[in-house]
């Protein structure tokens, strides 16, 4: 059997993702979701993971989107006392690591405040896998003792989430038989990560994310799917 993760990226980003990825869990195959710890809906991730303990639930960290929870994080910060944009981050990075992992930290313990219990890591954008990073992103899976979801910079001595990261269930790439595929991408009793984006298009993503629309999308195959035989969600 191949082990399946189907996982929602952005969990927290606002009302409308949340409400949509705990459709997709409950009406769907969606058996997990990392959740970002300073966007609008943080809140309300929270009461909805609570309230449904049957959705794992994993960290999602966060650089590149809103503002970060510490202030005096000068080297994370644009003009407006948001976060830089990830083109200017992979143009010229002159991120301070330790900057970076007092941010990342303050995230993954506002997280544990909540009375939650991490699954793993990832990140939006996929920072994580910047090899620059990956000192800090190796300190914090150690120290928290997480897994980390693989990317193309292994991390040694740094448990992987699973044994396979798909990231092309996403815009083009989208096809409505996408995961009945999945038999030709995988070996029997291989686990895979599945990384997904539901979501209701609210105010929130239609003004700050240039991906909305085909979060709908998602959804709808996302909640209709009917997984292989051989394809069995852990």
Not at 3 to 14: P, Q, R
Not at 119 to 142: C, M, Q, R, Y
Not at 163 to 189: M, N, P, R, S, V
């Amino acid at each position: 059997m191949i082990k399946l993760v189907v996982n929602a990226d952005d969990f927290g980003y606002s009302r409308g993702v949340n409400f949509r990825i705990m459709d997709s869990h409950k009406r769907g195959i969606v058996n997990s979701a990392t959740m970002m710890m300073n966007m609008p809906g943080t809140e309300h991730a929270i009461a909805l993971a609570k309230e449904n303990p049957t959705l794992q639930v994993g960290i999602h960290l966060v650089l590149t989107c809103g503002k970060p929870l510490l202030k005096d994080v000068p080297s994370l910060l644009d003009e407006n006392g948001d976060f830089k944009r990830l083109n200017r981050i992979k143009e010229h990075s002159d991120i301070h690591l330790i900057d970076l992992e007092r941010e990342w930290t303050a995230q993954i313990e506002k997280f544990l405040a909540s009375g939650l219990v991490p699954t793993h890591l990832d990140s939006h954008h996929h920072v994580h896998g910047i090899k620059e990073f990956s000192p800090v992103i190796k300190n914090l899976a150690i120290k928290y003792d997480l897994a980390v979801r693989l990317t193309e910079n292994k991390l040694e001595g740094v448990q992987p989430f699973t044994d396979l990261f798909f990231a092309d269930f996403y815009g083009e790439t989208i096809q409505e038989d996408y995961f009945k595929k999945l038999i030709e991408k995988a070996a029997d009793g291989q686990s895979v990560e599945i990384m997904c984006h539901p979501g209701y298009v609210d105010d929130e993503v239609m003004n700050n994310s240039s991906y909305n629309i085909m979060r709908v999308r998602e959804t709808s195959i996302l909640t209709s799917v009917i997984l292989p035989d051989n394809v069995i969600l852990v």
